[in-house]
């Protein structure tokens, strides 16, 4: 047995956000310790504080092992399930030694740690049309389907919706409206069953919609912040290629030529043409793209940004104009990836219920790097170096 | 005030399937739950689900072996509609979008489980309860025109008309502190266990006994309530649960001495007997000396020969319990566990539609009791109980709706009853007002878990449950004084908690006066004092209501027979 889970209670100071509508007070710190052996939960710490000192203190939470999605709260400014966060490891990332703990973001608080999922991760959950939309005719007995992708959408399944990657989202931040990671992962949970009818409707509806797919601005927190490796920003990509790739889904919000734009542009230049991009995510590869109106209009509205990269020496004016130049042997080698990748038959995805080689399980900072990686369709398992999408 | 054809109190797997049946068949559903649904403890079954699929099975088969895991005390008719009905249910299941692991064929693939004579357990990796969970609840969400959701509501007692009927139920919003009568036609209690009422237990802290309490207050006789399931595979320190799919994949169970105890008890079936008999035969390791770990009290679950791969595909869930709960990695290293609390088998008598014996009144899932696990249930078998009789409760529900008027009645007086309740709850004096000085409702819990822990567990005998029923008959005076620290209306927890408490005591109390009732040893009710099985006095379901010969606040015994249709009581050796 590990022998750190041998040893004894400690002494821990909690600080808990409090809020009492009722009071007609702002929100305000609390702070309690508790006496705990170190490998125990912020969850039991809290409910020790609420049991022996302040039943008021306001959690949700029941099955204290991260399965029933309930105690997701920010254990010092992060989004965590207060029941999978262990005291010793808060305290060591704890300003001043104190464990924060404070009620989720981009939700609203009822009370102290509580806040209004359905206003916000609910509703954006029925956003998506959360059930199966089952083939016809339906078989007398199951439906016949691969084993991995039944696996492969498990990932999806396994989301407990706890709404930590909601509290996180940036993009959501700024676009409340933005559908966001946990329901889009749910999307994928049906786009990715081959039970379901309705794959290009709904990936049409989620790419046309301005708050849909391609509001996504790549930043990872939800990856960070998912307590059971769902992956929703993985999945997010998933049904962006699903939407470009297999349906070549074109949607009014210009999302499927960015991208094409982006990844186009990296591969003539080896580096981003950043001024090639919005004629590009416009027009297409093509002279006239420079004159697509809103083309124009958006390198217009740009060009302060350009601008003042320039002034500071972020980018030299001949840059600017005409792109990076990288060493032909680099460039060639950039250009060699994308053939690589290109060339195969069939897109490799990630997906954590598939197990792979032994040394990357073994590697101790979480599954995200011990990911393996599977055949989309296929049953073969693959070379495991090979790892990664499609660019 | 809320009208609906059917109300049902309990949003985990019986309460969403009960759900979705009565709404197919026409009628106007409502839904509360004191949590958002998907959190309901459902979620926490891991293994599977069993059912004959197998072309090579027969439910005839996944029949008997349930009635021999009940230790006859079953009721067999109740199996035999469970069992039958079984494939159908998990294909529809199915084409309701559960991802169900596949074969290479591509068929639902099949593992062994304990107490089965063949694989007969559909699983999705071990998140099987998750998986149905939130299927049912996307196909609530598709039905959100005919399924009405109160979700965090929190049900405080039944409504009965003067005719003694079923009529509805007085709830919180929780949210809010706002009191409702809902008026139904009928009541489907599916609100779970009581497993807090035993510290410590797998079950989550929601899982109090409202349904059981509340059915009981209401005259409803309870059944089987000395059959208290320990799951054999259970974390040390935290209780929690460790899937029997672990030992179904090929784990096998270790002493001190590093011997498969398990041949002593089950030289077939080994780590996969039925359940009572694994964690007897792990208790008697850890009583005669032979545990693990620092104070002898562990045994050994060994994981690591089953193959890497397949570990990580199949019993991912329990590879990062064991990692964050016990810092231990189940792939390379055994992990201590140890017989744990886990599941009443007992619960609201019910038929085979879920009806009890109060007309307007059904329960379904863990709070019922039909009977179908009898002494002891078998793994898997509970998340198939609470999909057939869930379904079944809703449409028999459904039906009986269409054929009657909504009930008039006047549920004033019960909400001003348990809204009254509640303010007295909150009025209770810190310091007792000159008497003795009250305890907090989280001192009071934790000594009735400890208390039913320590005397109502795996081995019990008179001695030690007279104790338990000492202790829960002071516990319940305390009760009644319990202080609370949130006076407010919104999310108060603290109230409900005192009120949960109170729930726990019933199911607690009538647990023990049936463990001493009981005078011999069957399942899960192990008496050293009488260790024999005793079919001749003992073939019989101990059924308690409240008041009657036993004194008004009193539990009252009676017997009802055992239902045997094909299989008679032989000696169980697994």
């Known amino acids: 047995m590990a022998e750190v889970y041998d040893r004894p209670p400690e002494k821990f100071k909690l600080r808990l956000r409090r809020y009492d509508p009722e009071s007609g007070d702002a929100p305000y710190w609390d702070e309690h310790t508790v006496e705990l052996e170190p490998h125990r939960s912020v969850l039991e710490a809290v409910l020790q504080a609420k049991d022996r000192y302040d039943g008021s203190i306001g959690i949700r939470c029941s099955c204290r092992q991260a399965i029933c999605g309930s105690c997701g709260v920010r254990v010092n400014g992060e989004p965590a399930l207060a029941c999978h966060t262990h005291l010793d490891a808060a305290k060591a990332g704890a300003r001043e030694g104190v464990i924060e703990v404070e009620p989720m973001g981009n939700m609203s608080v009822i009370k102290d740690l509580i806040v209004d999922m359905d206003a916000v991760h609910w509703k954006k959950i029925q956003r998506v049309t959360p059930w199966l939309i089952a083939k016809q005719p339906v078989p007398e007995r199951?439906?016949?389907?691969?084993?991995?992708?039944?696996?492969?959408?498990?990932?999806?399944?396994?989301?407990?919706?706890?709404?930590?990657?909601?509290?996180?989202?940036?993009?959501?931040?700024?676009?409340?409206?933005?559908?966001?990671?946990?329901?889009?992962?749910?999307?994928?949970?049906?786009?990715?069953?081959?039970?379901?009818?309705?794959?290009?409707?709904?990936?049409?509806?989620?790419?046309?919609?301005?708050?849909?797919?391609?509001?996504?601005?790549?930043?990872?927190?939800?990856?960070?912040?998912?307590?059971?490796?769902?992956?929703?920003?993985?999945?997010?990509?998933?049904?962006?290629?699903?939407?470009?790739?297999?349906?070549?889904?074109?949607?009014?919000?210009?999302?499927?030529?960015?991208?094409?734009?982006?990844?186009?542009?990296?591969?003539?230049?080896?580096?981003?043409?950043?001024?090639?991009?919005?004629?590009?995510?416009?027009?297409?590869?093509?002279?006239?793209?420079?004159?697509?109106?809103?083309?124009?209009?958006?390198?217009?509205?740009?060009?302060?940004?350009?601008?003042?990269?320039?002034?500071?020496?972020?980018?030299?004016?001949?840059?600017?104009?005409?792109?990076?130049?990288?060493?032909?042997?680099?460039?060639?080698?950039?250009?060699?990836?994308?053939?690589?990748?290109?060339?195969?038959?069939?897109?490799?995805?990630?997906?954590?219920?598939?197990?792979?080689?032994?040394?990357?399980?073994?590697?101790?900072?979480?599954?995200?790097?011990?990911?393996?990686?599977?055949?989309?369709?296929?049953?073969?398992?693959?070379?495991?170096?090979?790892?990664?999408?499609?660019a | 005030m809320p009208e609906h054809d059917v109300l049902i109190i309990g949003a985990g797997l019986a309460g969403q399937r009960a759900a979705l049946a009565a709404a197919q068949a026409g009628a106007s559903v409502a839904i509360m739950s004191k949590v958002h649904p998907v959190r309901s403890h459902s979620v926490a079954a891991a293994g599977g689900i069993n059912a004959a699929i197998s072309v090579d099975d027969d439910w005839h088969s996944h029949a008997y072996d349930t009635v021999k895991g009940s230790d006859y005390l079953g009721d067999q008719d109740a199996i035999e509609i469970m069992c039958s009905e079984a494939p159908q249910e998990v294909m529809d299941l199915e084409h309701m979008g559960v991802t169900f692991h596949r074969n290479e064929e591509g068929e639902m693939d099949l593992r062994a489980f304990g107490g089965a004579s063949m694989k007969r357990t559909a699983y999705v990796a071990d998140i099987t309860g998750q998986a149905l969970l939130h299927v049912l609840y996307e196909q609530l969400m598709k039905h959100h025109e005919t399924v009405a959701r109160y979700e965090e509501w929190f049900a405080t007692s039944l409504l009965l008309g003067e005719d003694g009927l079923c009529c509805g139920a007085i709830a919180r919003e929780v949210r809010s502190g706002h009191m409702e009568a809902f008026t139904a036609k009928n009541v489907i209690l599916a609100c779970g266990g009581a497993g807090q009422a035993y510290k410590p237990t797998t079950n989550g802290l929601i899982v109090t006994g409202d349904g059981i309490a509340m059915a009981y207050r209401a005259g409803a006789p309870l059944m089987d309530m000395e059959m208290v399931q320990y799951h054999p595979t259970t974390l040390v320190e935290t209780g929690i649960l460790i899937t029997e799919g672990a030992r179904g994949e090929g784990a096998h169970l270790l002493n001190a001495a590093g011997e498969r105890f398990m041949e002593k008890s089950a030289p077939n079936k080994m780590e996969l007997a039925s359940r009572d008999v694994v964690s007897r035969a792990e208790q008697i390791e850890i009583d005669e000396g032979r545990g693990v770990g620092p104070d002898g009290a562990g045994i050994f679950l060994d994981v690591s020969v089953v193959p890497r791969k397949r570990t990580l595909e199949a019993l991912r869930e329990i590879v990062n319990l064991g990692r964050d709960f016990a810092g231990v990695d189940i792939t390379r290293e055994p992990i201590m566990i140890r017989p744990g609390q886990h599941y009443i088998m007992g619960g609201v008598k019910t038929d085979v539609d879920g009806r009890t014996p109060i007309e307007g009144l059904y329960a379904a899932g863990e709070v019922a009791c039909v009977s179908v696990h009898g002494g002891n249930r078998l793994g898997a078998n509970s998340l198939l109980d609470t999909l057939i009789f869930g379904r079944r409760a809703g449409e028999h529900a459904a039906a009986r709706a269409a054929s009657m008027a909504m009930p008039g009645v006047d549920a004033n007086a019960g909400l001003r009853?348990?809204?009254?309740?509640?303010?007295?709850?909150?009025?209770?004096?810190?310091?007792?007002?000159?008497?003795?000085?009250?305890?907090?409702?989280?001192?009071?819990?934790?000594?009735?878990?400890?208390?039913?822990?320590?005397?109502?567990?795996?081995?019990?005998?008179?001695?030690?449950?007279?104790?338990?029923?000492?202790?829960?008959?002071?516990?319940?005076?305390?009760?009644?004084?319990?202080?609370?620290?949130?006076?407010?209306?919104?999310?108060?927890?603290?109230?409900?908690?005192?009120?949960?408490?109170?729930?726990?005591?019933?199911?607690?109390?009538?647990?023990?006066?049936?463990?001493?009732?009981?005078?011999?040893?069957?399942?899960?009710?192990?008496?050293?004092?009488?260790?024999?099985?005793?079919?001749?006095?003992?073939?019989k379901h101990i059924d308690i209501s409240l008041g009657g010969d036993g004194g008004a606040g009193r539990p009252h015994i009676t017997y009802s027979p055992v239902t045997i249709t094909q299989w008679q009581p032989e000696e169980r050796k697994y």
């Open chain 1, 142 to 390: 199951e439906y016949i389907v691969s084993k991995e992708s039944m696996v492969d959408v498990t990932q999806t399944m396994a989301c407990i919706q706890c709404g930590a990657c909601v509290s996180d989202c940036l993009a959501m931040e700024v676009d409340p409206g933005f559908i966001g990671p946990a329901a889009l992962a749910k999307a994928y949970r049906f786009v990715g069953d081959p039970r379901d009818d309705q794959q290009f409707e709904r990936l049409n509806d989620l790419a046309q919609d301005p708050q849909g797919i391609f509001d996504c601005t790549h930043c990872f927190k939800c990856v960070e912040a998912c307590p059971k490796d769902v992956n929703p920003m993985g999945q997010i990509m998933r049904l962006r290629r699903i939407a470009t790739s297999d349906h070549h889904i074109v949607d009014q919000n210009n999302g499927e030529r960015h991208e094409a734009a982006l990844t186009g542009l990296v591969r003539d230049y080896g580096l981003l043409h950043e001024a090639e991009l919005i004629p590009r995510s416009y027009g297409g590869n093509s002279w006239f793209a420079k004159f697509h109106p809103a083309a124009g209009k958006e390198l217009l509205s740009s060009l302060p940004t350009a601008l003042k990269g320039v002034l500071r020496g972020k980018i030299g004016l001949k840059t600017a104009v005409f792109g990076h130049k990288i060493p032909s042997r680099d460039l060639k080698a950039v250009q060699s990836i994308y053939d690589k990748i290109e060339s195969r038959p069939e897109r490799y995805e990630l997906n954590l219920y598939i197990a792979g080689e032994d040394e990357q399980l073994e590697k101790p900072s979480g599954d995200a790097v011990a990911a393996a990686v599977t055949h989309e369709s296929g049953g073969k398992e693959p070379d495991t170096t090979e790892q990664g999408g499609r």
């Open chain 2, 417 to 539: 009853r348990d809204a009254a309740r509640i303010d007295a709850i909150l009025a209770r004096d810190r310091d007792g007002g000159g008497s003795a000085s009250p305890r907090r409702v989280s001192e009071i819990k934790s000594e009735l878990g400890e208390t039913m822990n320590r005397h109502v567990a795996v081995f019990r005998n008179e001695q030690g449950l007279q104790s338990a029923l000492e202790t829960i008959g002071r516990l319940k005076e305390e009760a009644e004084r319990a202080y609370v620290d949130d006076r407010g209306t919104v999310f108060n927890q603290d109230v409900l908690g005192a009120i949960e408490l109170d729930f726990m005591i019933d199911c607690a109390e009538t647990t023990v006066v049936a463990a001493i009732e009981r005078k011999e040893s069957r399942g899960a009710q192990y008496r050293t004092d009488f260790p024999e099985r005793n079919d001749e006095q003992w073939l």
